[in-house]
């Protein structure tokens, strides 16, 4: 089966967006780097830009106030996961978090993503924040489908849910949709505590949650964890699963779990994954959604 990876419509290729990011370590250190890392707006404020984002931007659009500390892109890609102070668990080294399409339609089987550092397939977004929770909402380049996440932080819980509804708009019938949320997971690597190394131990449930860990000897210093869980579906039906993934921004339709026989160690990525199936009617939608905790 052919598969198309549809592009924006004003580039050839899949934008990379780390660029900016990996000179700033280069210059300064990982974890320093991910101490000092200048952001585009102050806590509970938004940006001055534009709420319909350049695709190859990375700056901060909002950062949550309060605890943990949790910077946003307006694409809805979590760019910094802090907490507690001195300690980053997401977007040391390679920006960073979001979210995989996959669908097929006229027999053809196409892909979007969105993973901080590369996306394709998706149109610009729009944004809006206020208190602990934002609004970002992106059609596909072919304007079949759209993606509108609600990302909600609670500080009591030390907890940001992001919740995914996948709405049919147009085009054809579609079959074979997954909707995945992908993350590059360094727990205790960044900020001025951090240690610098994204080595962490992974684990995943068959389908509930995935998370990473520093064990008590692991580091010098404060050892943390951070799962990506599973809270609900719409419709309830929709099989789901939780993997750890080889590459850390894997952007395919359906990754090996690494760790289907036990705890593996090493600079892995963590997905929730849900099997959709068929969008046969317009107007059907999907809802997923996870959960990033710290223990």
């Known amino acids: 089966m052919s598969v198309f990876n549809f592009e924006f419509p004003f580039t050839a290729a899949s934008f990379t967006r780390g660029a900016a990011a990996a000179a700033a370590f280069a210059a300064v250190g990982l974890a ?87 996306e394709s397939g ?35 819980e030390r907890s940001l849910t992001v919740e995914m509804t996948l709405s049919r708009i147009g085009g054809p019938s579609l079959s074979g949709v997954v909707l995945r949320r992908q993350v590059d997971l360094d727990v205790d690597a960044g900020g001025s505590f951090g240690t610098g ?53 894997d952007n395919s339709c359906s990754p090996f779990n690494l760790a289907a026989d036990g705890p593996v160690r090493g600079d892995y990525g963590a997905t929730i994954q849900y099997n959709v199936g068929n969008m046969g009617q317009q107007g059907q939608t999907f809802m997923g959604r996870v959960q990033y905790q710290r223990n």
């Open 122 to 156: 998706f149109g610009p977004s729009t944004a809006s924040c206020s208190g602990n929770r934002c609004t970002i909402t992106r059609n596909t380049s072919d304007g079949w489908l759209r993606l509108r996440q609600v990302i909600t932080k609670v500080d009591v």
């Open 197 to 249: 190394d994204t080595t962490n131990w992974f684990g995943a449930t068959e389908r509930e949650s995935v998370w990473a860990w520093n064990a008590a000897n692991d580091t010098g210093r404060e050892g943390h964890a951070v799962m990506l869980r599973q809270i609900q579906r719409t419709p309830a039906a929709v099989p789901y699963f939780a993997k750890v993934t080889e590459l850390i921004l």
């Open 32 to 118: 320093g780097a991910l101490a000092t890392t200048p952001v585009g707006a102050a806590p509970g404020e938004q940006s001055a830009g534009s709420t319909s984002a350049s695709p190859e931007s990375t700056s901060v659009f909002y950062v949550y106030p309060g605890r943990p500390r949790v910077w946003l892109s307006n694409h809805g890609n979590l760019l910094r996961f802090e907490g507690p102070t001195g300690y980053d668990h997401i977007g040391v080294g390679n920006l960073s978090e979001g979210y995989v399409l996959c669908y097929t339609g006229f027999g053809v089987q196409r892909r979007a993503w969105d993973t901080g550092e590369s």
